[in-house]
């Protein structure tokens, strides 16, 4: 799968996030057994068609069509919670044709993958297959047609993709 933009788009942003994928549903999950809810993880490629949410947010509208296009999230293969040995503690990086855009260790994010869940889990239920993608880290910049894009969980999964020839 080729990322890509949606029709008229200008302005393409990778945002490499690690995915949580559920493996058994609930509501109201407390934080202290969130990890139990694990299936296991993706490495995810957050698409952000940056020129269309600008203008949802000029406009005050939802962010849909800037995050909900075809090919907006490409993610890695699943790797099953028993091959992670922490999940906030993974190093992960994302190059632009060989070049470093975005570094970090899931230990920098704002919410841990326990706090995450729970939270998400008292707004609606979680279902069996449901992905959670966690934020990003720094590095966010745009993209453009035909570059390379690489990134890794260090040690655990790694995705190679290359942008459509039009964003």
């Known amino acids: ?5 949606p029709p008229g788009c200008t302005e393409l942003h990778h945002e490499i996030e690690l ?21 296991g993880y993706v490495l995810a490629l957050d698409m952000t068609a940056r020129d269309y ?12 069509w800037a995050k909900c296009f075809d090919t907006a999230c490409p993610i890695s293969e699943f790797v099953p919670k028993e091959k992670v040995h922490d999940p ?3 190093d992960m990086w994302l190059k632009v044709n ?4 975005q570094k970090t260790n899931t230990n920098d994010m704002i919410f841990t993958v326990p706090y995450i869940i729970s939270y998400i889990s008292k707004i609606m239920t979680l279902e069996r297959g449901d992905l959670i993608l966690t934020g990003t880290p720094m590095g966010v910049s745009g993209v453009q047609p035909n570059d390379q894009l690489e990134a890794e969980i260090e040690g655990v999964v790694a995705m190679k993709f290359t942008v459509g020839d039009k964003l």
């Open 98 to 101: 060989g070049e470093v855009r």
């Open 19 to 39: 995915g949580v994928v559920i493996s058994g549903g609930g509501t109201n999950i407390p934080e202290e057994s969130a990890m139990d809810h694990v299936g």
């Open 1 to 5: 799968m080729c990322p890509q933009g």
């Open 88 to 90: 906030q503690d993974l």
């Open 53 to 64: 949410q600008n203008i949802a947010k000029q406009k005050g509208i939802p962010w849909t």
